[in-house]
């Protein structure tokens, strides 16, 4: 599951960052409201956990244009103001949700995973491809009766793999999605953990790997039985 979190307290948005990534959610963050508005528009993201008060546009301002472009993203509203009349205000401009901080990650965690089942989001939490499925709750990949766990960055790098296996992803392109905020991870991340991914992959017996495309980027392959 894929969230943005649009926060502009960057202690506040990392520490969520990290919450939600430790509960197997790939997280992006911005922080402030223009970014939030085309991140949101164009990201494809499952929910967006939203801050009212952000420079260049407040929440609320997002909020009703994703809504008049008919975005119907579950957005829940992260805000200090907690009175009756700005949860009013928000629940109007189409909020799925509102929380007032301070708040309790739990808490959040919980009401997050409310809005996806009210959406319908949550169809199922295993993704498969092939030979190979993700359990997006356990945080595991198996094949053939074998099962791999995978750790914090390597599970999220699968799971941006599995919901789109045919689609090619540029280095440049796994390091904003999957490390985002990090700023100082190097580049070279990125193959360290897809040589992990192939062990993995290889150690379970799938017929699934990961393919690279020298200049271009990687994308998950299913080899034929001669190729495996």
């Known amino acids: 599951m894929k969230l943005l979190i ?45 801050d009212i ?13 994703l809504r008049a472009e008919g ?7 992260l805000t200090a103001k907690g009175e009756k009349t700005d949860r009013i205000t928000g629940f109007d401009a189409g909020a799925d949700d509102y929380l007032p901080k301070p708040f309790d990650t739990d808490e959040l965690l919980s009401r997050l995973r409310a ?23 356990a945080g595991t990949v198996a094949s053939h009766g074998k099962t791999e ?37 190097e580049i070279n991340v990125v193959w360290v953990h897809i040589s992990n991914l192939r062990k993995k992959l290889k150690g379970i017996g799938s017929n699934v790997t990961i393919k690279a495309s020298r200049g271009l980027g990687y994308m998950l392959e299913e080899l034929h039985d001669q190729e495996a």
């Open 6 to 50: 649009a926060e502009d307290e960057i202690d506040l948005a990392e520490a969520l960052a990290a919450f939600l990534e430790r509960n197997k959610y790939t997280v992006d963050v911005v922080n402030d409201g223009e970014e939030a508005y085309y991140s949101a528009s164009g990201g494809d993201y499952d929910a967006v956990i939203l």
């Open 53 to 65: 008060m952000m420079p260049k546009r407040d929440g609320i301002q997002v909020l009703k244009q």
């Open 71 to 77: 975005n119907t993203t579950p957005i829940m509203m």
């Open 115 to 137: 809005i996806l089942r009210r959406k319908g989001e949550i169809k199922s939490n295993v993704l498969t491809f092939g030979d190979l499925t993700l359990d997006c709750d």
């Open 149 to 185: 766990r995978l750790r914090g960055k390597e599970f999220q790098l699968m799971e941006l793999f599995m919901h789109s296996p045919r689609m090619l992803f540029s280095a440049d392109r796994i390091m904003e999605r999957v490390w985002s905020w990090e700023s100082d991870a």
